[in-house]
């Protein structure tokens, strides 16, 4: 990074953790996209919604929604599939629909039941 707030100390911290510190070019947006869009995905559909209270519930909140981002959200890039996605039920009539709230119902999961 090119923060004031990233000091040297910070590269001493990562280069002892054997992490490689790449700085980004100077004012350009868009050279980290990926994890802009991270950010902004996490932000738009979970954090923006929820009053935080402490560091741990925030931990506790982003494992949930990662975890829900990996196993069931759909990605586009994925032909609609998430990147580890579950033994899919093949529905057949009359079959039963399994919901499951995550966040306290900020976000509703719906998979066919086996």
């Known amino acids: 990074g090119r923060d004031t707030?990233?000091?040297a100390s910070f590269d001493a911290a990562f280069a002892g953790a054997g992490i490689d510190v790449v700085r980004t070019p100077p004012q350009s947006p868009q050279a980290n996209?990926?994890?802009?869009r991270w950010v902004?995905?996490?932000?738009?559909?979970?954090t923006d919604r929820l009053l935080i209270v402490s560091e741990g519930h925030l931990a506790s909140v982003l494992d949930s929604?990662?975890?829900h981002v990996n196993?069931?959200?759909p990605h586009r890039s994925l032909g609609q599939h998430p990147p580890d996605s579950p033994p899919v039920a093949t529905p057949v009539p009359g079959s039963t629909v399994r919901h499951t709230r995550i966040l306290g119902g900020l976000i509703n999961e719906y998979r066919n039941a086996a």
């Open 65 to 67: 929604y990662a975890e």
């Open 33 to 36: 996209a990926v994890a802009e």
């Open 5 to 7: 707030k990233f000091t």
């Open 40 to 46: 902004g995905t996490v932000r738009r559909e979970c």
């Open 71 to 73: 196993t069931h959200r």
